[in-house]
């Protein structure tokens, strides 16, 4: 059977939420929960490496963290150079860590009742947000005449066409790529877990290992276009901190 027939069925109930009503607005509360489970993790795992972090011995943890730092420091210098925003490599360190976790959520068996947030469009499209508008105060205070320069080049008639790019289809595509690739994650779990129990253990882990690995692909493309963005619309006077 189909996807689309299972679902009609109500075996399979992708994009279903579980709600509350607060002041006329619908919280999709599993959402909400697994956002601040995956922020606690990410937080929790942060507080703890401050107060263990040691030159001596590295723990696994920490050369993760180091590894992950150095590999956004690289791609914002790479980028940017001197011309990055303060704060960019640590916001970049950060929306890996939570897109990541909150991805991985998808592993356990719980992901019926507490689907991994960014499965959530509505969770992408503020992560989104939160990005662009960040990447565009930047931009316009760190060099007005660039930034409007920036749309009339290499040809004034363009200008709509960068617009329509810049601020519809770039965070349109940035967002849906997320969501699209972890929600697709999801249906597949559910459509695996219609199979016999003799066999379904088998494919069902191949699965979830193979989900987490595009939950992470995810995490470090969001990551790098976010900074490849950034770079874009650099100046010459800012260091990457």
Same mark, same amino acid.
């Given at each position: 059977?189909?996807?689309?027939?299972?679902?009609?069925? /109500? !075996?399979?109930?992708?994009? !279903?939420?579980?709600?509350?009503?607060?002041?006329?607005?619908?919280?999709?509360?599993?959402?909400?929960?697994?956002?601040?489970?995956?922020? /606690? *993790?990410?937080?929790?795992?942060?507080?703890?490496?401050?107060?263990?972090?040691?030159?001596?011995?590295?723990?696994? #943890?920490?050369?993760?963290?180091?590894?992950?730092?150095?590999?956004?420091?690289?791609?914002?210098?790479?980028?940017?150079?001197?011309?990055?925003?303060?704060?960019?490599?640590?916001?970049?360190?950060?929306?890996?860590?939570?897109?990541?976790?909150?991805?991985?959520?998808?592993?356990?068996?719980? !992901?019926?009742?507490?689907?991994?947030?960014?499965?959530?469009?509505?969770?992408?499209?503020?992560?989104? *947000?939160?990005?662009?508008?960040?990447?565009?105060?930047?931009?316009?205070?760190?060099?007005?005449?660039? =930034?409007?320069?920036?749309?009339?080049?290499?040809?004034?008639?363009?200008?709509?066409?960068?617009?329509?790019?810049?601020?519809?289809?770039?965070?349109?595509?940035?967002?849906?790529?997320?969501? /699209?690739?972890?929600?697709?994650?999801?249906?597949?779990?559910?459509?695996?877990?219609?199979?016999?129990?003799?066999?379904?253990? #088998?494919?069902?882990?191949?699965?979830?290992?193979?989900?987490?690995?595009?939950?992470?692909?995810?995490?470090?493309?969001?990551?790098?276009?976010?900074?490849? =963005?950034?770079? %874009?619309?650099? /100046?010459? !006077? %800012?260091?990457?901190?």
């Amino acid at each position: 059977m189909t996807i689309a027939v299972l679902a009609a069925e /109500g !075996e399979i109930t992708p994009g !279903e939420h579980w709600t509350v009503e607060v002041a006329g607005l619908t919280l999709n509360m599993d959402t909400i929960l697994a956002t601040v489970i995956a922020g /606690g *993790i990410v937080m929790g795992l942060g507080l703890y490496m401050a107060g263990r972090a040691t030159k001596g011995r590295p723990t696994k #943890l920490q050369l993760a963290f180091e590894a992950l730092t150095t590999w956004v420091q690289g791609q914002v210098r790479d980028g940017l150079g001197l011309k990055a925003p303060t704060g960019l490599v640590g916001f970049g360190f950060t929306l890996f860590s939570f897109i990541l976790i909150s991805n991985w959520l998808a592993a356990l068996p719980t !992901e019926h009742i507490l689907p991994p947030p960014t499965a959530d469009v509505n969770l992408v499209y503020a992560m989104t *947000i939160c990005v662009f508008v960040w990447l565009n105060v930047w931009a316009i205070r760190h060099s007005p005449k660039h =930034y409007v320069k920036h749309w009339v080049e290499p040809y004034a008639f363009l200008a709509p066409i960068e617009i329509i790019t810049l601020y519809f289809a770039r965070p349109l595509s940035l967002s849906l790529r997320l969501f /699209g690739n972890i929600f697709a994650g999801g249906i597949m779990v559910s459509v695996i877990a219609l199979l016999p129990s003799y066999i379904l253990w #088998l494919p069902n882990a191949g699965w979830k290992l193979f989900d987490m690995f595009i939950g992470a692909i995810q995490a470090l493309i969001f990551t790098l276009l976010t900074i490849i =963005y950034f770079s %874009e619309y650099a /100046g010459e !006077e %800012e260091e990457a901190h």
